[in-house]
């Protein structure tokens, strides 16, 4: 079976395959990811690689099942695996070589590119989801450069049954199968529910026991001023209430994430180099404010403010109190318009004589925005501690809330809990919080352009990608950065090269970004001519900006070591059949 359709069985796609003329249709299920390292050609072996002439869409890539490289002729199994071993030994050799080089220079310049998982890795029982074409992906990745993987550890999965009761089983393997392949781990703590959001492809509700707190207690759930209930994070308004079976949230989390500390130690700062902490929907801090289940909320809808729960509005009430205005404790903004609405439609966040522009405005949402740094606050002590000296970086990811930002008020990120303005940069409170415990910075849209995005609806991902960034660069915090949505283009990884340089002004100096994590390993990205354009863009970024080769010499020796391996990602694949 070749490698397109290893992963095919990643992604639920049937696949037609050809072997010495003879044709078979492979299913498929689920979705897969991969990670990878920078091999010099070798110069020995020739191959023959089918292309195709199929063009990207720039913007949003429809799924396309892969097209399958030819495998001529036929191998003796006996052959078959023997040339294989002898080819990873010639390869691992190169990788060695480059490693010396590399470990002489002083300071390594460059952005290590990662590659997200599949969502649905490990199974509900707890076993790595599809191992066979797992293994060959991760296989691939590693042949192409990639530094290492991002994978989510679901707390719907590990404490799914009991209270205090983990279970690691199918982490354990995949942890292993990227040690195996010498590849590195962001581990992301995913204390939200998997579904309902954009690219969620498969369902991962909360533990069972939290479930049945929230259905006793539905305040413990995020609500908007409708009364509607969001379970995809437990509200941060109850963060230091015993409301889960005697332990408060963010004793759940700190349990959570002693307990992964305590079972993969042996791991932490050589396997695993990154914790992410998973601190809203999507594991990004922030409020559930734009719910794309059941249609509730459409792109590029202003969202709504989550503050409705009876713990929240007890916040509310004693910040109004204590500013002197005790009326204003009673709810949250009532003129905010629906999900669907855009600014101009709404009394609050019209630009002229808005209620976001006026004492209360400023009041409620200093209010609410600091209710989310607070809570960022209060999980990021815990991670530090927990992991302190362990040799792993602590990251906190945050949304790429882009539209409507050439608006004066900015509404998607007010009701998403970020306060930023045309008048006030809502995120250099965010970066400073992050450094003042030495956390990353994640950011996404990383890949968008403005000019891709409805004018209308004034979409700006370039300039909030560049205010993010002066806000990192002024508190002193590491930058990484994530593609929103999946790509496979030049145009889109031409954009990612730029916005990683960091070059943003004169006190930029030599800053990259830390880290950028692909999204996401599937079937697509292993169509020749994505895979062809993808092994450039990891040689491109790890060269830096500062690279005295010119990007045409990359290009050509990252076509040229596609070819050149494509026999042994391929032999992998198949050697994993027998």
Same mark, same amino acid.
């Given at each position: 079976?070749?490698?397109?359709?290893?992963?095919?069985?990643?992604? /639920?796609?049937?696949?037609?395959?050809?072997?010495?003329?003879?044709?078979?249709?492979?299913?498929?299920?689920? #979705?897969?990811?991969?990670?990878?390292?920078?091999?010099?050609?070798?110069?020995?072996?020739?191959?023959?690689?089918?292309?195709?002439?199929?063009?990207?869409?720039?913007? #949003?890539?429809?799924?396309?099942? +892969?097209?399958?490289?030819?495998?001529?002729?036929?191998?003796?199994?006996?052959?078959?695996?023997?040339?294989?071993? %002898?080819?990873?030994?010639?390869?691992?050799?190169?990788?060695? !070589?480059?490693?010396?080089?590399?470990?002489?220079?002083?300071?390594?310049? $460059?952005?290590?590119?990662?590659?997200?998982?599949?969502?649905?890795?490990?199974?509900?029982?707890?076993?790595?989801?599809?191992?066979?074409?797992?293994?060959?992906?991760?296989?691939?990745?590693? #042949?192409?450069?990639?530094?290492?993987?991002?994978?989510?550890?679901?707390?719907?999965?590990?404490?799914?049954?009991?209270?205090?009761?983990?279970?690691?089983?199918?982490?354990?393997?995949?942890?292993?199968?990227?040690?195996?392949?010498?590849?590195?781990?962001?581990?992301?703590?995913?204390?939200?529910?998997?579904?309902?959001?954009?690219?969620?492809?498969?369902?991962?509700?909360? +533990?069972?026991?939290?479930?049945?707190?929230?259905?006793?207690?539905?305040? %413990?759930?995020?609500?908007?001023?409708?009364?509607?209930?969001?379970?995809?994070?437990?509200?941060?308004?109850?963060?230091?209430? +015993?409301? @889960?079976?005697?332990?408060?949230?963010?004793?759940?989390?700190?349990?959570?994430? !002693? /307990?992964?500390?305590?079972?993969?130690?042996?791991?932490?700062?050589?396997?695993?180099?990154?914790?992410?902490?998973?601190? $809203?929907?999507?594991? &990004?801090?922030?409020?559930?404010?734009?719910?794309?289940?059941?249609?509730?909320?459409?792109?590029?809808?202003?969202?709504?403010?989550?503050?409705?729960?009876?713990?929240?509005?007890? #916040?509310?009430?004693?910040?109004?109190?204590?500013?002197?205005?005790?009326?204003?404790?009673?709810?949250?903004?009532?003129?905010?318009?629906?999900?669907?609405?855009?600014?101009?439609?709404?009394?609050?966040?019209?630009?002229?004589?808005?209620?976001?522009?006026?004492?209360?405005?400023?009041?409620?949402?200093?209010?609410?925005?600091?209710?989310?740094?607070?809570?960022?606050?209060?999980?990021?002590?815990?991670?530090?501690?927990?992991?302190?000296?362990?040799?792993?970086?602590?990251?906190?990811?945050?949304?790429?809330?882009?539209?409507?930002?050439?608006?004066?008020?900015?509404?998607?990120?007010?009701?998403?809990?970020?306060?930023?303005?045309?008048?006030?940069?809502?995120?250099?409170?965010?970066?400073?919080?992050?450094?003042?415990? $030495?956390?990353?910075?994640?950011?996404?849209?990383?890949?968008?352009?403005?000019? &891709?995005?409805?004018?209308?609806?004034?979409?700006?991902?370039?300039? %909030?990608?560049?205010?993010?960034?002066?806000?990192?660069? &002024?508190?002193?915090?590491?930058?990484?950065?994530?593609?929103? @949505? +999946? !790509?496979?283009?030049?145009?889109?990884?031409?954009?990612?090269?730029?916005?990683?340089? %960091?070059?943003?002004?004169?006190?930029?100096?030599?800053?990259?970004?830390?880290?950028?994590?692909?999204?996401?390993?599937?079937?697509?990205?292993?169509?020749?001519?994505?895979?062809?354009?993808?092994?450039?863009?990891?040689?491109?970024?790890?060269?830096?900006?500062?690279?005295?080769?010119?990007?045409?010499?990359?290009?050509?020796?990252?076509?040229?070591?596609?070819?050149?391996?494509?026999?042994?990602?391929?032999?992998?694949?198949?050697?994993?059949?027998?």
């Amino acid at each position: 079976m070749s490698l397109p359709h290893q992963i095919g069985a990643l992604s /639920g796609t049937s696949l037609t395959a050809e072997t010495g003329g003879v044709s078979c249709e492979v299913p498929a299920k689920g #979705s897969s990811a991969a990670s990878a390292m920078w091999r010099t050609p070798m110069t020995n072996l020739k191959v023959s690689v089918q292309k195709t002439g199929t063009e990207i869409d720039r913007v #949003s890539p429809s799924p396309s099942p +892969p097209m399958s490289p030819m495998m001529g002729g036929g191998m003796r199994p006996d052959l078959s695996v023997a040339c294989q071993a %002898l080819m990873e030994a010639q390869v691992d050799e190169v990788v060695e !070589r480059e490693y010396k080089v590399r470990s002489s220079s002083e300071k390594e310049k $460059g952005v290590p590119v990662f590659v997200m998982m599949p969502l649905d890795s490990v199974k509900m029982d707890h076993t790595v989801n599809r191992k066979k074409a797992m293994n060959a992906s991760l296989q691939a990745l590693k #042949s192409a450069g990639v530094e290492g993987i991002m994978m989510d550890v679901w707390w719907g999965l590990v404490e799914r049954d009991a209270p205090g009761e983990y279970n690691w089983g199918g982490y354990a393997e995949l942890l292993e199968m990227a040690k195996k392949h010498g590849l590195k781990v962001q581990a992301v703590m995913s204390f939200h529910q998997c579904g309902g959001n954009v690219g969620d492809s498969c369902t991962i509700p909360l +533990p069972r026991w939290v479930v049945e707190e929230m259905e006793k207690d539905p305040d %413990l759930a995020y609500t908007d001023q409708w009364g509607r209930r969001n379970f995809e994070y437990v509200s941060l308004g109850c963060d230091t209430l +015993p409301v @889960l079976k005697g332990r408060t949230p963010v004793q759940c989390y700190s349990d959570f994430m !002693r /307990g992964f500390r305590d079972r993969f130690e042996n791991l932490l700062g050589d396997t695993i180099v990154e914790i992410q902490v998973g601190m $809203g929907p999507a594991g &990004e801090l922030r409020y559930p404010s734009y719910p794309e289940k059941d249609g509730i909320w459409k792109f590029p809808g202003i969202g709504a403010f989550q503050c409705y729960d009876k713990y929240m509005i007890s #916040s509310l009430q004693g910040a109004a109190k204590a500013f002197g205005k005790p009326e204003w404790g009673h709810t949250g903004p009532t003129d905010a318009g629906q999900y669907n609405n855009w600014p101009e439609d709404t009394n609050f966040f019209k630009k002229e004589g808005g209620g976001w522009n006026s004492q209360y405005g400023e009041f409620f949402l200093t209010w609410y925005s600091e209710m989310l740094l607070n809570h960022g606050e209060r999980i990021l002590q815990s991670a530090k501690a927990i992991f302190e000296d362990k040799g792993v970086k602590i990251s906190v990811k945050i949304a790429g809330i882009h539209w409507h930002y050439g608006t004066r008020s900015h509404a998607p990120e007010l009701t998403a809990g970020y306060y930023n303005t045309r008048n006030r940069d809502g995120y250099l409170p965010i970066a400073q919080m992050l450094a003042r415990h $030495g956390a990353v910075f994640n950011f996404t849209c990383v890949e968008m352009r403005d000019h &891709e995005q409805p004018q209308d609806a004034l979409c700006a991902p370039e300039k %909030l990608v560049r205010q993010v960034a002066l806000a990192t660069q &002024e508190a002193q915090v590491p930058l990484a950065g994530e593609n929103a @949505l +999946p !790509r496979y283009d030049d145009y889109a990884h031409e954009q990612i090269l730029q916005a990683s340089s %960091l070059n943003l002004n004169d006190q930029s100096g030599d800053r990259e970004m830390c880290a950028f994590t692909y999204l996401r390993m599937n079937p697509d990205l292993f169509h020749p001519d994505n895979w062809r354009r993808f092994v450039a863009f990891v040689k491109k970024m790890k060269e830096g900006k500062d690279a005295n080769k010119c990007r045409e010499q990359v290009e050509r020796e990252a076509e040229h070591f596609v070819h050149i391996t494509q026999p042994l990602v391929q032999e992998a694949a198949v050697a994993l059949m027998h």
